[in-house]
Nanobody
């Protein structure tokens, strides 16, 4: 089970940190990813991190602003979001899968329930 948290309302230029905890499975067996879905749009890939945490990959629009990390001892994956923009407003989902640098929904087997991030301009 994946449980995401940390969303909320923030002004443009501000920061938020999302967290996602995995329970019931072996966390280090999985690539972890973050996706988001803005109102009226399809869900899109945001970032992914390798099993050990040494390799990360981002969608171009968040590079330099967002950082994905994981704590394998605590079964947690994080998404630190800085310099937030109104276009970052979305429901953010964490996901667990097996495909290295997976960028598609199909690359992930398990999904959290989503946490809403609203950026006001």
């Amino acid at each position: 089970q994946l449980q995401a948290s940390g969303g909320g309302l923030v002004q443009a230029g501000g920061s938020l940190r999302l967290s996602c905890v995995e329970s019931g499975r072996t966390f280090t067996d999985f690539i972890m990813g973050w996706f988001r879905q803005a109102p009226g749009k399809d869900r899109e890939f945001v970032a992914t991190i390798s099993w050990s945490g040494t390799d990360t990959y981002y969608v171009e629009s968040v590079k330099g602003r967002f950082t994905i990390s994981r704590d394998n001892a605590k079964n947690l994956v994080y998404l630190q979001m800085n310099s937030l923009k109104s276009e970052d407003t979305a429901v953010y989902y964490c996901a667990a899968g097996q495909y290295y640098r997976g960028k598609s929904d199909k690359d992930y087997e398990y999904w959290g329930q989503g946490t809403l991030v609203t950026v006001s301009s």
